[in-house]
Structure formats: structure tokens, C-alpha cells
């Protein structure tokens, strides 16, 4: 049986570490107050740089881009920006966007992942699949420019015909409680038969200025990068969530 002193040594142990969980708790709590702040102020412009961008395209015509064509006898492989967390101890934050690419249809011959994220990084190569980079430290506080950097990337092996689609692969922040794993595919874009506003005339053709290529290569940059920040806000949020 446990002396006196054992029992009061054990009491002020727990106690001990229930102020320090308090504090972690504390700490935790204005954190992911700050990160669901920025996701909610970014979700907007996210939606809207997607909805706009896909809706301009499907009313152009005979757009012959190298990141909008479909490629014919490319390479086949895909590539995937895949954000995760550099820590654990967040249930299956992690393991469900992994989900989403080794359930998937993305083969390890076939595929280069751009790990935006410890985790991520660690298990796909201890899946065996080819990881391009690390953009682990991003994570800790991601900021556009990182975005930019991570879209130059992908963008180049896309021109290079070493991958011939990009995808991004992340956690979306529907609300404190609630975080959904999502895959979109940022390049080619698909376009739907409901990418064109109702409000306007679909016959209507779209007229770039000064031309179409160098309009679309200002354009096709800024909206795969505000994509890839948005979800990368987005994924902070959920992790803090």
C-alpha cells in the first residue's frame, strides 16, 4: 500500500500537469481563434478567384494554352500539392488527405506529391511515392509568397511535360467542429456547364486585351497560387480545429 508521501507526491503531480494542460489549452484556444478568423476572411476570395476564373473559360473558345490543354501522348503523371501538419495529435487531420491520394486514382508510378507538411512527407515516402521539395516549414505560418513559390514549381514541371494535371489536395475549414479532406483539380481546369453565371448570356464570347496568351499568363498563375494559399489557411484552421 502506497505511503502518505506517495499519495501527496502523486496529488501534487497531477496537479502539475493539470495547469500545464490548462495553459496548452489556453494557448490552443486563441490560436485557433486567429487561424479561423483567417480562413474566414480568405474563404470569399478563394470561392470567388475559382468561380471567376472557371467561368471566364468556359465562355473562351479555342484557348490554346500549354497549362489549359489537355495533353495528348504527355507523360500521364499527375501532380499533387498535398498540405498536411508538421505535428501529430490531431486525430485523422493527416491520414484522411493521404486518404484521398493513396485511395484515389493516383498510382505511385504516376504520381510527384509537392508536400506542403511534415507528415504528409513521411508517409508518402514511406508509401513510396515521389515527393518533389519540402515545403514543411510553410506551415508554421503560410503566407502568399510561399504560395507563389510552391505554384512556380508546380507550374514548371507542368510546362516541362513532366506532369501533365495539378491537383491540390487539403482539409477544408467548414467550422470549429467540422473539417472535410478535399481534392480539386487546379490545372487543366474543368470546365462544367454550370461555370456560367445565370445572370449572363452564355453565346457570349469572352475578349482578352491585349491577347489571350498574355492575358492567361498573368491570370493562370494568380489563380492557382490564391487557391493554394486558401487552402493551405484552410487546412491551419482545420488542424488547430
Not at 505554384?151 to 477544408?172: C, P
Not at 487543366?188 to 448570356?201: K, L, R
Request: with cysteine; glycine share 8%; net charge neutral.
Amino acid at each position: 500500500m502506497a505511503s502518505m508521501r506517495d499519495i501527496k507526491r502523486r496529488k501534487e503531480s497531477i496537479q502539475s500537469t493539470s495547469q500545464i494542460t490548462k495553459a496548452m489549452k489556453l494557448v490552443s484556444t486563441v490560436k485557433l481563434q486567429k487561424a479561423k478568423g483567417r480562413a474566414e476572411e480568405t474563404q470569399p476570395y478563394f470561392n470567388k478567384m475559382y468561380e471567376t476564373v472557371s467561368g471566364m473559360l468556359a465562355k473562351s473558345q479555342n484557348l490554346n494554352h500549354p497549362l489549359l490543354t489537355e495533353k495528348t501522348g504527355g507523360s500521364g503523371k499527375k501532380g499533387v500539392i498535398m498540405i498536411t501538419s508538421n505535428r501529430g495529435l490531431a486525430g485523422g487531420y493527416n491520414s484522411n488527405v493521404v486518404k484521398l491520394i493513396t485511395k484515389g486514382d493516383f498510382t505511385k508510378e504516376d504520381t510527384i506529391i509537392f508536400p506542403v507538411g511534415r507528415k504528409g512527407l513521411e508517409t508518402m515516402q514511406r508509401n513510396g511515392y515521389t515527393c518533389r521539395g519540402d515545403y514543411s516549414e510553410v506551415m508554421n505560418n503560410p503566407l502568399f509568397g510561399d504560395a507563389v513559390s510552391i505554384g512556380k514549381t508546380a507550374m514548371a514541371a507542368m510546362e516541362s511535360g513532366e506532369i501533365d494535371e495539378i491537383y491540390l489536395a487539403y482539409t477544408h475549414f467548414k467550422n470549429t467542429v467540422s473539417h472535410e479532406p478535399k481534392l480539386i483539380k487546379l490545372l487543366p481546369v474543368e470546365i462544367e456547364a454550370g461555370d456560367v453565371a445565370e445572370d449572363t448570356d452564355s453565346n457570349i464570347l469572352m475578349n482578352y486585351e491585349p491577347t489571350t496568351e498574355e492575358a492567361l499568363d498573368m491570370i493562370i498563375p494568380k489563380y492557382v497560387t490564391s487557391l493554394i494559399y486558401g487552402g493551405m489557411i484552410e487546412a491551419v484552421a482545420s488542424e488547430n480545429g
